[in-house]
């Protein structure tokens, strides 16, 4: 059995053609979307990212900022950045770039974000409004696992997900989404004994912990499907994700690490930002 090919990129595609129609009428308005991005790093693998960004938002009509700060800026002067462009009125959706200078966290400094801008669900109001099924921006990455099992039509009513994960960027802000399809959910973590029995009753399993093929054959149960949620480094330079490429002779459905998810977490960033826009 070779598992079915969960790719993003067709997903991506629908979703930035969605986008550049609703950004084109904006500016037609006279409002054309505009996305900040705040960076506090040195790290190469994150401005690649940042870069990525601001290319795909040109591409689909939206402008984008990236406001860099230098990887030796303090809290105060991130927090003040953040704080300024929330005030902004031509900015209508703002993220704070991760990894950040040491002694700087991502939970302290996303509340001086606006909810209202917040388009990738990093503060803590847009965490509890999601936790509690009110309106809020979810965590993009987190978002793309539901939209990539929307697009293929898995079934998630009813059905036993395990997400391998609890990060407040793609775990818990995922366990919270599929909970609201009625689906059962179980999360685990470093911590969880024998990882394998229970990821193996899984009907979908979600790995997002950031190991390089934690998940081996021996952790799904066949036909299952896995979505990928790791992006891990190699020695070449390229990107190798939380699950075993050898699952694929077991899996059912499983999405490919480059490829599955962040073209589609990207996409939603952007789509995230025009709903801003339109306000």
């Not at 093929?213 to 190699?234: C, E, S």
Request: glycine residues 12%.
């Amino acid at each position: 059995m070779t598992a079915l090919l969960l790719a993003g990129g067709p997903v991506a595609a629908r979703i930035r053609g969605d986008v550049a129609e609703r950004a084109a009428a904006l500016t037609r308005l006279g409002r054309t979307p505009r996305l900040a991005v705040v960076t506090a790093t040195d790290d190469e693998a994150s401005a690649w990212y940042v870069r990525s960004i601001a290319k795909a938002a040109g591409k689909v009509g939206i402008d984008c900022d990236i406001v860099d700060l230098g990887a030796e800026a303090s809290g105060a002067e991130i927090t003040a950045a953040l704080e300024r462009l929330s005030a902004d009125e031509g900015v209508h959706g703002l993220m704070l770039q991760t990894p950040l200078p040491g002694g700087a966290r991502l939970e302290d400094l996303a509340g001086a974000i606006v909810p209202a801008k917040d388009v990738d669900g990093a503060s803590p109001l847009s965490l509890g409004r999601l936790a509690a099924g009110l309106p809020a921006f979810a965590p993009a990455t987190a978002e793309a696992v539901l939209t990539l099992l929307d697009h293929y039509q898995v079934e998630l009513q009813g059905r036993h997900v395990v997400v391998v994960g609890r990060s407040t960027v793609v775990g818990k802000p995922a366990a919270h989404l599929l909970l609201d399809r009625n689906a059962t959910v179980t999360v685990c973590h470093s911590r969880t004994t024998d990882l394998a029995a229970l990821t193996g009753t899984a009907d979908v399993l979600v790995a997002a912990v950031g190991r390089t093929a934690l998940i081996t054959p021996a952790h799904v149960r066949p036909g299952a499907t896995v979505i990928d949620v790791g992006t891990n480094p190699t020695e070449d330079g390229g990107l190798a994700g939380d699950v075993d490429p050898a699952v694929a002779g077991t899996a059912g459905a499983l999405t490919p690490v480059p490829g599955g998810v962040g073209p589609v977490t990207t996409a939603l960033l952007l789509r995230h930002t025009v709903r801003a826009a339109e306000g």
